[in-house]
Antibody, heavy 118, light 107 residues
Framework: QVQLGQSGAEVKKPGSSVKVSCKAS????????ISWVRQAPGQGLEWMGQ????????NYAQRFQGRVTITADESTSTAYMQLSSLRSEDTAVYYC???????????WGQGTLVTVSS | EIVLTQSPGTLSLSPGETATLSCRAS???????LAWYQQKPGQAPRLLIF???SRAAGVPDRFSGSGSGTDFTLTISRLEPEDFAVYYC????????FGQGTKLEIQ
């Protein structure tokens, strides 16, 4: 049973960056494909990118290329999502998610609200 | 990028009725790698269906998925009050994308 625990809410200024963490427990972290999904207020789900810690490199949704960086620290079983050049449209809840024994995202973090406001 | 279009946007039904939600893909993707999620306000999404028609662990059998190629359906039989929520489809055959969601509301 995988559990994902995320860092707390953030308030950021436009143009700055935010880094959200996702700590995994109960699974083999290095082989877990961890994705980041965001949800703007009242809107749908949007996949941002994914990393498999043992491989190190991440792949990203095209619309976030160049602005998002996903990393993982095997020593602490923690994945990170950093989003730069923040604008008001980036205000959203950011989730980390991963697979279980079944396909699809069976495990989700609790979500982290990032508010971008001047 | 594979675009998923869900319909209807909102579905108004009463408890006990059957809900039929549609998800259409802009192009086919491998092995029916299609999932359905349920999301309630203030909560993370919950996986219901994977591989188009397989129920995730603990999901009641009134939830069923079907379809292949580019057309997929989530059917919820005998609607219970707790089933009223937003439902998303997701493809994971070519990267990942989500549909825009269908809101199932009580009539």
């Amino acid at each position: 049973q995988v559990q994902l625990g995320q860092s707390g809410a953030e308030v950021k200024k436009p143009g700055s960056s935010v880094k959200v963490s996702c700590k995994a427990s109960g699974g083999a972290f290095r082989t877990l494909p961890i994705s980041w999904v965001r949800q703007a207020p009242g809107q749908g789900l949007e996949w941002m990118g994914q990393i498999i810690p043992m491989f190190g490199s991440a792949n990203y949704a095209q619309r976030f290329q160049g602005r998002v960086t996903i990393t993982a620290d095997e020593s602490t079983s923690t994945a990170y999502m950093q989003l730069s050049s923040l604008r008001s449209e980036d205000t959203a809840v950011y989730y980390c998610a991963t697979v279980g024994t079944e396909e699809g995202f069976g495990y989700w973090g609790q979500g982290t609200l990032v508010t971008v406001s001047s | 990028e594979i675009v998923l279009t869900q319909s209807p946007g909102t579905l108004s039904l009463s408890p006990g009725e059957t809900a039929t939600l549609s998800c259409r893909a802009s192009q086919g993707f491998g092995n029916n790698f299609l999932a359905w999620y349920q999301q309630k306000p203030g909560q993370a999404p919950r996986l219901l269906i994977f591989a188009a028609s397989s129920r995730a662990a603990g999901v009641p059998d009134r939830f069923s998925g079907s379809g292949s190629g580019t057309d997929f359906t989530l059917t919820i039989s005998r609607l219970e009050p707790e089933d009223f929520a937003v439902y998303y489809c997701q493809q994971y055959g070519g990267s990942y994308t989500f549909g825009q969601g269908t809101k199932l509301e009580i009539q």
